[in-house]
């Protein structure tokens, strides 16, 4: 798709791009806001001042720069999927599929919007999802989390199932601390590498929604050789399963821990994950008591941009 080019603006956008990449939210919004003051239809920059207001929490910000990217484009698949996945996350599913069918209408191959529509589908009881879970996932198990934090961050496997049923993990694992590569786990091609990681964390919660997810969990974890933090699951059998095999084998590895066990096992295990972190990046890895180690300052209120509209 074309859009017109202006040097000055095109000099802007890598600017702000530059300025969301070392987690500058404020300044970055204001040189996306700076761009639309100049052209108020500029695709990227209110594609991309969406996603920055979306990872800050302003969703009411992120769901209007969404909405105006689509009124001015609205042959853009690539919006139409944006403002579609945020109002599935607010639970529209009407609305979330108008944009769907949208999207594929423009692009029939366009995996992101099968994904959606699965979805959709899914939760109207409709047929056809399972067709467009294969469409979607299949050759695209792997989703890269952006990451907003300054340095390299330390890489980390996500395990979740494409249908749901998966434990939310954004209160405790900063997208500022970990590089993270989340992995459909019933569509994952075996046959391809995993990318690089030095934990995994095993986020499926529903052993009868997703028994085909944690299979693949499972054959993944056993492939990789890192440690393994497995979340709760909601099966009676195979939580005594599990409950069994921690009695036999006390490792931490693969043993289901809430937050709190979650910090255990970093503060029992922080040097080994440290050897992976970026020589920049390891001064945020100190005593668990330190008021600057990553438990506590993942959770101390940062100050962040504001979307008003006073810009």
């Known amino acids: 798709m074309n859009f017109a080019s202006d040097p000055g603006i095109d000099a802007a956008l890598e600017r702000a791009r530059a300025l969301a990449a070392q987690a500058q939210d404020e300044a970055a919004k204001a040189a996306y806001l700076e761009i639309l003051r100049n052209d108020p239809t500029h695709f990227f920059a209110l594609n991309e001042l969406a996603g920055l207001a979306l990872a800050g929490g302003f969703r009411s910000a992120a769901r209007t720069a969404y909405l105006q990217a689509v009124r001015h484009h609205p042959d853009n698949p690539v919006a139409r999927v944006n403002l579609a996945n945020l109002l599935r996350q607010d639970n529209d599913v009407e609305g979330a599929r108008l944009h769907y069918e949208h999207a594929l209408g423009i692009d029939p191959q366009l995996h992101e919007a099968h994904q959606g529509m699965a979805w959709v589908l899914n939760e109207l009881g409709l047929e056809g999802a399972e067709r467009h879970w294969h469409k979607g996932y299949s050759g695209h198990a792997v989703v890269t989390v952006p990451y907003r934090g300054t340095g390299r961050g330390v890489p980390l496997l996500l395990l979740v199932s494409a249908r749901g049923g998966n434990i939310p993990t954004r209160p405790w694992i900063s997208d500022r601390q970990f590089a993270v590569s989340a992995i459909h786990a019933e569509f994952w091609d075996s046959g391809m590498p995993l990318p690089p990681h030095a934990l995994i964390v095993n986020a499926i919660g529903d052993a009868d929604l997703c028994a085909a997810a944690l299979a693949g969990a499972e054959e993944i ?91």
């Open 221 to 311: 974890a056993a492939r990789s050789g890192a440690p393994v933090i497995r979340v709760a699951i909601a099966s009676a059998s195979i939580s005594r399963s599990m409950r069994s095999d921690n009695r036999s084998n006390p490792a931490p590895r693969g043993r289901p821990l809430n937050f709190a066990g979650w910090c255990w096992f970093m503060s029992a295990n922080i040097c080994s994950i440290r050897s992976f972190a970026p020589r920049r990046s390891r001064r945020r890895f100190t005593s668990v008591r330190g008021r600057s180690n990553w438990c506590s300052s993942g959770y101390r209120r940062r100050r962040r941009p504001s979307f008003s509209s006073s810009g």
